[in-house]
């Protein structure tokens, strides 16, 4: 840590509990590279999803709002 860097956060150590400050951003960020992991696997397994004939989606909301 640069010197000047500890020498601010020495100043603000009886308001900030600097270990659990960065203890805490280190959760949220792999909490947040987790969610994009995720969304990835997700995306690629959209990707390799056939696509649907066009129309088969307004046939679909037709024949289920009509069988009611």
Not at 29 to 40: A, C, G, H
């Amino acid at each position: 840590v640069p010197r000047e860097l500890k020498e601010a956060m020495n100043k603000y150590s009886a308001v900030i509990n600097w270990s659990e400050e960065i203890r805490s951003f280190i959760v949220k960020r792999i909490t947040e590279l987790r969610r994009e992991e995720t969304l990835n696997r997700l995306n690629s397994i959209i990707e390799k999803l056939p696509e649907s004939p066009p129309g088969s989606v307004t046939s679909l909301v037709r024949e289920d709002r009509d069988s009611h």
